[in-house]
Nanobody, 112 residues
């Protein structure tokens, strides 16, 4: 059974850092992404990683966020630095080319 479980979100001040984790059960994490749903907005893909390729980022997080994977732990990470209030939202992980049942996500709140 496929399960995606995100964690690591919390309230942080602007300029701070967080590392989000997503433990994926039942799938190979060879093509995964982090998605963000900001308040009142649709969920969007912000970072993606595919085995053997360079990661991709949406412009708003490029240079501040880093996506990585640990295949042994079946975990996808999102290192977030220089956080801004506009990074506030619920963060989810899921596939890039194939979608699975969405997890509950993890709330990130960045205060100014």
């Amino acid at each position: 059974q496929v399960q995606l479980k995100e964690s690591g979100g919390k309230l942080v001040q602007a300029g701070g850092s967080l590392r989000l984790s997503c433990v994926a059960s039942g799938i190979h994490i060879n093509s995964m992404g982090w998605y963000r749903q900001a308040p009142g907005k649709q969920r969007e893909l912000i970072a993606g990683i595919t085995s053997g390729e360079s990661p991709n980022y949406v412009d708003s997080v490029k240079g501040r966020f880093t996506i990585s994977t640990d295949n042994a732990k079946s975990t996808v990470y999102l290192q977030m630095d220089s956080l801004k209030p506009e990074d506030t939202g619920v963060y989810y992980c899921n596939g890039l080319t194939r979608y699975y049942v969405w997890g509950q996500g993890t709330q990130v709140t960045v205060s100014s």
